[in-house]
Structure formats: C-alpha cells, structure tokens
C-alpha cells in the first residue's frame, strides 16, 4: 500500500495544476497562482515520501514530469498570457484582430513555456549529472516567476508597473526563461548540505541578498525573487571559470 503514497501525492500536483488552469480560464489570476504553489508543495512532498518509504520507481519518476507539465508548464503558460492580454486590453475584452502582427505574436509567445517545460523534464529525466545542482532552471523556479508577477501586480502594482508593466519585458522574459530551461547554466539548488560557508556561500549570499532587499523594499522585492536567483547562478558560474587554473 505504502508505494502508492508518493503517487497519490503527485496526483494532487497534477490536480492542483489542473485547477490552476481551471481558475485562469476564469481570470482567477490569484487563485490560478495559489494552485500553482500547492503544486510546489506536492511536487516537494513526493519525492521526499518516496525517499523516506524506499519505494522510488520509474514509473513515479515518470509521473512527476507528467504532472510537472501540466503544474508549472501550461499553468505558468496561462498566466502569463493573461498578464500580456491585460496590458494589451486595460479594459478587458479587445478584439485580438485589432492588435497588430507584433502585439499578437507576443499575445502567445507563453506558448512556448509548456514546450520547453516538456523538454527540460525529458532532459533532466536523462541527465545523471543533475544530483546536488541543477544544469538549466528548474521548471517550479519558472512557473514561481509567473506566480510572483501576478502577487506583485495585485499587491505592488506601481513596482510591477515600472519593472515588468510592458508586453515586450514580459515577452522577452518568456523567452529568456524558455531558453534557460533547456541551457547547459549550472543553477544552484537551494537545497544546503552542512551549515559551512564555502559549500554554501553562494546559497548565503543569494539568501542575504532577498533579506536585506525585503528590509529595503518590503513586498515589492517578490517579482525579484527569480531575476535575483539567475543573477546569483550566472555570478557563481563566472566565478567558477574565473578562479579554475587554466592548463
């Protein structure tokens, strides 16, 4: 009975999606989100139950990247959209014909984000060296940029206005995650083995860094918290090429 357990846990990830998607279809951009996080927290719990009753198998393996698809590639999708087509029509409804060929292109670029979702699980499914890191960002931390620009436009609207109020910053934002999805960027997890500080150095100051921008900026540093894990990726990647002996 108990090797069903983290199955059944990764079947509520996938019903939480799907009610993510349930509740963007209806504008619920707020639940939508809410749905998206418990699909986080699943996602989380299967894994660990797995580990912790010794009954990891490929076919749960495999049901993970199912339901991750659908939790944090077409839910994400969806709200991105609605974010672009409520800059695009302000005052809800539009006519998409009216839009020109730029403006519809950008209206459904996030069609690329359950595309490249779905490649990023194949490959990681695949990719052994993806034990303590992770080589390209993790689908929840894509889909958790989504999530947070929708808290931060209700919550924060002028802070979401000046950074990412524009549909070409959010459609460019798709396709920079879209190819970091499948990129070969080695991305720390947050995962801290030991409390030392050189193993965990970039965690720290990654996690230091959100503190002292939340005491400065209070709420409005929610929409920062994945630009500023991607900066922190990107420095820890330079410092490595930086600081390896050349032969």
């Not at 020109?100 to 490959?123: D, H, M, T």
Request: proline content about 4%; hydrophobic content about 55%.
């Amino acid at each position: 009975m108990k090797k069903y357990i983290p199955n059944l846990i990764t079947g509520l990830n996938a019903v939480s999606g799907t009610a993510a998607v349930f509740m963007a279809l209806y504008g619920e951009m707020m639940w939508a989100a809410c749905f998206i996080m418990a699909g986080m927290v699943f996602d989380f719990f299967d894994g660990m139950v797995a580990r912790l009753l010794h009954v990891k198998s490929e076919m749960g393996k495999e049901l993970d990247s199912l339901a991750d698809v659908i939790s944090f590639g077409v839910a994400p999708a969806l709200l991105a959209h609605l974010l672009i087509r409520n800059l695009l029509f302000p005052e809800g409804g539009g006519d998409i014909a009216l839009l020109s060929v730029y403006e519809q292109g950008i209206l459904f670029v996030p069609l690329l984000i359950p595309v490249f979702s779905a490649f990023r699980l194949a490959k990681f499914n695949l990719d052994v060296r993806q034990v303590s890191s992770f080589i390209g960002m993790p689908t929840p931390a894509n889909a958790l940029f989504w999530v947070t620009l929708v808290f931060a436009s209700v919550h924060t609207p002028e802070w979401y206005g000046y950074l990412f109020g524009n549909i070409y910053v959010l459609g460019a934002s798709v396709l920079l995650l879209s190819i970091l999805l499948v990129s070969e960027l080695p991305m720390f997890s947050l995962k801290i083995s030991g409390f030392g500080w050189k193993e965990n150095k970039i965690r720290y100051s990654y996690l230091i860094c959100l503190i002292v921008a939340a005491c400065i900026w209070g709420i409005g540093i929610i929409s920062l918290v994945i630009p500023l894990y991607i900066f922190f990726a990107v420095l820890e990647t330079l410092g490595k090429i930086f600081t390896t002996p050349s032969r």
